[in-house]
């Protein structure tokens, strides 16, 4: 965790060939089970980031976190949009 808060060459190799293959394949479930009604229209990354690494994951290291698209999580919209998924997944809204 302490190196995908990085932005130098290790962080790079952490997302390129750990995480952003794992979003890519988790994602194409995600996006089928939004389809589905199974979860909410949230964004993926949101999703993502609950199952693999909690709601909290995106606020401690927002570096990696903001390699995969969806707004960087250090903007107060950002934040908001994120803290707005992590209600409705949780509140099923």
Do not use: W
Request: proline share 5%; hydrophobic share 45%.
């Amino acid at each position: 965790m302490f190196d995908g808060n990085k932005t130098d060459a290790r962080r790079q190799f952490i997302a390129n060939r750990l995480v952003k293959p794992f979003y890519e394949l988790l994602s194409t479930f995600i996006t089928d089970a939004k389809a589905e009604g199974r979860v909410p229209n949230v964004s993926n990354r949101t999703i993502f980031f609950m199952i693999t690494h909690d709601g909290s994951f995106p606020m401690a290291l927002p570096a990696l976190t903001n390699v995969i698209p969806g707004g960087d999580i250090n903007a107060r919209d950002g934040l908001t949009a994120h803290a707005d998924a992590i209600i409705a997944l949780i509140c099923d809204s």
